[in-house]
């Protein structure tokens, strides 16, 4: 998660050769650069600010924060400072003399469990923090037709509806502008236009080769709807 600092305060049987052992190959750098100090005091005497883990409650224990609340926090603290994680002993985790040291605490929620295992609560709290310091990833956004290929677009929709009598002939720019307003909250792809303008060549195609329909401009049922929509 990209947290390369580890702290490690008067471990039983500290072995190096046997943690390198253990660790993948992409840790070994944080195995082999991890500090052992024999007090918690002198451990975190070069952080600024220090967030506590806990799984208990109490009258030292009352304000207890999410991990992504303080992930959150940590983002905007850590850039002018030293921030610390504090986690406890697997068997007993931190003690009230411990979290005198820190500035916050933080439970992770859990459905039914007291606490997590060590290894467990460390992976959520790094996580929450990775994903706080991270931008948010940018929606692609795929092309867009220009407004010169929907003007061409609308241009052809008008003389193609106008063709089967969809379009009011009197005033045909007015009931396009409902299909103007539709389609620009669609935001059309280029692709998309080549579509619309695909149907209607075979609109035209299909009046070419049919003959041209009945002479008939009462308005179909869309615009009559329409009609009696915007005349308030």
Same mark, same amino acid.
């Given at each position: 998660?990209?947290?390369?600092?580890?702290? *490690?305060?008067? %471990?039983?049987?500290?072995?190096?050769?046997?943690? !390198?052992?253990? &660790?993948?190959? =992409?840790?070994?750098?944080? +195995?082999?650069?991890?500090?052992?100090?024999?007090?918690?005091?002198?451990?975190?005497?070069?952080?600024?600010?220090?967030?506590?883990?806990?799984?208990?409650?109490?009258?030292?224990?009352?304000?207890?924060?999410?991990?992504?609340?303080?992930?959150?926090?940590?983002?905007?603290?850590?850039?002018?400072?030293?921030?610390?994680?504090?986690?406890?002993?697997?068997?007993?985790?931190?003690?009230?003399?411990?979290?005198?040291?820190?500035?916050?605490? *933080?439970?992770? %929620?859990?459905?039914?469990?007291?606490?997590?295992? !060590?290894?467990? &609560?460390?992976? =959520?709290?790094?996580?929450? +923090?990775?994903?706080?310091?991270?931008?948010?990833?940018?929606?692609?956004?795929?092309?867009?037709?220009?407004?010169?290929?929907?003007?061409?677009?609308?241009?052809?929709?008008?003389?193609?509806?106008?063709?089967?009598?969809?379009?009011?002939?009197?005033?045909?720019?007015?009931?396009?502008?409902?299909?103007?307003?539709?389609?620009?909250?669609?935001?059309?792809?280029?692709?998309?236009?080549?579509?619309?303008?695909?149907?209607?060549?075979?609109?035209?195609?299909?009046?070419?080769?049919?003959?041209?329909?009945?002479?008939?401009?009462?308005?179909?049922?869309?615009?009559?709807?329409?009609?009696?929509?915007?005349?308030?």
């Amino acid at each position: 998660m990209g947290i390369g600092r580890l702290v *490690v305060v008067d %471990p039983p049987d500290c072995d190096l050769t046997r943690i !390198l052992k253990m &660790a993948t190959h =992409v840790a070994e750098d944080v +195995v082999a650069d991890m500090e052992v100090l024999d007090t918690l005091r002198d451990a975190l005497a070069p952080f600024q600010y220090i967030v506590g883990t806990t799984a208990r409650v109490g009258s030292q224990r009352q304000t207890l924060k999410s991990p992504r609340k303080v992930a959150q926090e940590l983002a905007a603290i850590s850039q002018n400072n030293q921030v610390a994680l504090l986690f406890g002993p697997e068997d007993r985790g931190l003690s009230n003399r411990d979290l005198r040291y820190c500035h916050s605490l *933080v439970t992770i %929620p859990t459905a039914n469990f007291a606490s997590l295992n !060590l290894a467990q &609560a460390v992976m =959520v709290m790094a996580y929450e +923090v990775f994903l706080a310091g991270t931008p948010e990833p940018m929606p692609r956004v795929p092309r867009l037709a220009s407004s010169y290929e929907l003007e061409g677009m609308y241009d052809h929709l008008k003389s193609a509806l106008a063709r089967i009598h969809f379009l009011n002939p009197e005033n045909p720019d007015y009931w396009l502008n409902s299909i103007r307003r539709f389609a620009n909250r669609l935001g059309l792809q280029a692709r998309e236009v080549k579509t619309i303008r695909g149907i209607c060549r075979q609109i035209d195609w299909a009046c070419s080769t049919r003959g041209p329909l009945p002479d008939d401009h009462s308005n179909p049922t869309p615009v009559a709807a329409d009609r009696s929509e915007n005349s308030g």
